[in-house]
């Protein structure tokens, strides 16, 4: 009512409900009058790359609100709900959320060439559902509690080579679909937000859209790995016990 009121307008629009949602949710708008052109238009890369990810990694959600208008502390959002309240679900719709939270960063270094600030809050989100991955098993058993701010921990090794895959499977799909990235990115330019309508018009409907599976089964990866490390030691063991070898001639004689 309030945002009709101040329009001017005595009727309440779908639209003002939407806005009044928005503000409850992210806070008021704190729009930026003098932005250079370059800045702004990274950020449209970021949350663009956000929305592509999102769209073809999480199709069992929908992309409510896309904007590069500030907000609080956020230069631009990506805001995706759920389709339907979800009280459990499969471990491999955190990793596609960790994909989604990397794609901001990665859209960036594939239009400009080189690493941006403005993913501080992304990779704090990617920390958390790291920890959340591992204390529910994905990695392998959690016997241990897991710090992800503290110092170096034996885990980092893991952690960084799962980080750096999923950088990598983003890298692949957003340079797939550059084309709607770019696309949308110079749409939100144009309007500065994008409703889910005017996002599925330009990325087309999802409904069919396969979620793959964001990454390799980790767990197994790591098993197979384990069995290979523990076969390399069972051999060395073996090499040991046996003492060296000795090469010999067809006669059996040492050479």
């Not at 009044?20 to 930026?32: D, K, R």
């Not at 759920?82 to 596609?96: A, C, H, K, Q």
């Not at 990397?102 to 270094?109: D, F, I, K, S």
């Amino acid at each position: 009512v309030r945002i009709a009121l101040f329009d001017g307008r005595k009727r309440v629009s779908q639209r003002d409900i939407a806005k009044a949602f928005l503000q409850q949710w992210m806070g008021i708008e704190n729009p930026i009058e003098e932005m250079a052109v370059d800045q702004r238009r990274q950020i449209a890369i970021h949350e663009a790359g956000h929305a592509v990810a999102q769209h073809y990694l999480q199709p069992d959600q929908r992309i409510v609100h896309l904007t590069i208008i500030a907000r609080a502390q956020s230069l631009g959002f990506m805001l995706p709900l759920d389709e339907v309240e979800m009280y459990s679900y499969p471990l491999r719709r955190i990793v596609g959320g960790i994909m989604v939270a990397l794609a901001g960063h990665v859209a960036t270094r594939i239009v400009y060439g080189e690493d941006w600030t403005g993913a501080y809050s992304d990779f704090q989100q990617i920390r958390g559902h790291l920890r959340h991955l591992y204390l529910l098993g994905y990695f392998g058993p959690p016997i241990r509690e897991v710090e992800m701010d503290g110092g170096a921990g034996k885990d980092d090794t893991l952690l960084i080579r799962f980080w750096k895959q999923l950088e990598g499977e983003v890298e692949q799909l957003l340079r797939m679909h550059k084309d709607e990235l770019l696309s949308l990115a110079e749409s939100l330019l144009d309007k500065s937000e994008l409703s889910h309508d005017e996002v599925l018009a330009l990325l087309g409907s999802n409904v069919e859209a396969a979620a793959s599976e964001p990454a390799l089964d980790w767990y197994q990866l790591r098993v197979r790995e384990r069995d290979r490390e523990q076969a390399t030691a069972t051999f060395m063991d073996k090499r040991r016990l046996d003492g060296p070898s000795v090469a010999t001639d067809s006669s059996g004689d040492q050479v």
